[in-house]
């Protein structure tokens, strides 16, 4: 079950599967005509949509980009500080990290046009963004060299 927290406008997924010994980082591609970082590999990210809360958001949104359900569901400590267009300010993009099952099949939607699996520790050379490339090597520390602490499962 999803719990409520304080929602945020933009959320963040790291997802990760266990495959073959390795721990895999899904990167989804951004298409041509996207007006924010075209044709970049990203993590997955969405909006809020009316009421809902941070946690809601980005489990709907896993669910909507790669048409997979995840296994497990945790929040992290991590929080992306992303400026908004077109004013002074920063948003703050707290960051989640979701364990899907090593059989279950990408189905992309219209929001992305590619997807490939990359092993963590190789995940820095993909990711578009420094703060991802940062976090990623704390996600690595915290929920793949040990088990994940069940305090922050969601």
Known sequence: MVSSSPSAELVAAYVLRKRKGATQLLLLKRPPDCPYA??????VYGHR??????EATI???IIEETG?????????????SIPR???DGNMRVPV??????NRDIV????????FKWIDVENAGEDLYWPVQKKTMKNILREFCEKEPSQKNII
């Open 38 to 43: 075209p044709l970049t590999w990203q993590i």
């Open 49 to 54: 949509e009316d009421d809902e809360g941070s």
């Open 59 to 61: 489990l709907r949104e």
């Open 68 to 80: 997979i359900t995840p296994k497990a569901l945790y929040s992290t400590d991590e929080v992306f």
């Open 85 to 87: 267009q077109h004013t």
């Open 96 to 101: 989640y990290v979701a364990f899907v099952d």
């Open 107 to 114: 189905v992309l939607n219209d929001e992305h046009v590619a």
